[in-house]
């Protein structure tokens, strides 16, 4: 199991590429799994229509790929402001333990973007 960990701001470098080894391995059916805490968190949020969208893609991963496997916590969105409402995605709450636990890679391999 590959648990890909979002943790950084829409614009940085670093999700443009988590989000690509995330379209890579649904395009190649290994199981995977992404999880947004913190900033990461904000990649989800659509931006306006001033601000570029290099994530826009992330939209197609359940109509092409069939991905769905999204997960956030009750206490990331708190942290950041966010409800589920505010997000360009369907998401899957968990619970900040089962999300720690991903994060510390006790579950499978974890990569952090």
């Keep these: 199991m590959l648990n890909i960990v979002f943790t950084t701001a829409p614009l940085q ?12 391995a649904a395009s190649l059916e290994q199981p995977v799994s992404a999880y947004y805490t913190a ?13 570029p969208d290099p994530l826009k893609k992330i939209a197609i991963l359940d109509d092409i790929f069939d991905f ?3 997960y956030t916590s009750p206490e990331a969105l708190a942290e950041s ?3 589920l409402e505010d997000l360009r995605i369907p998401m899957t709450l968990v ?10 890679n006790q579950q499978g391999f974890t990569l952090r973007f």
Excluded at 39 to 51: D, I, M, N, R, Y
Aim: hydrophobic share 55%; charged share 10%; glycine share 8%.
């Design 68 to 70: 769905s496997a999204f």
């Design 81 to 83: 402001g966010l409800n």
């Design 13 to 24: 470098p670093e999700a443009r590429h988590g989000l690509d080894l995330l379209a890579m």
């Design 39 to 51: 900033q990461g968190l904000a990649q989800l949020v659509v931006p306006s229509p001033s601000t």
């Design 95 to 104: 619970s900040a333990a089962e999300l720690a636990a991903v994060v510390a």
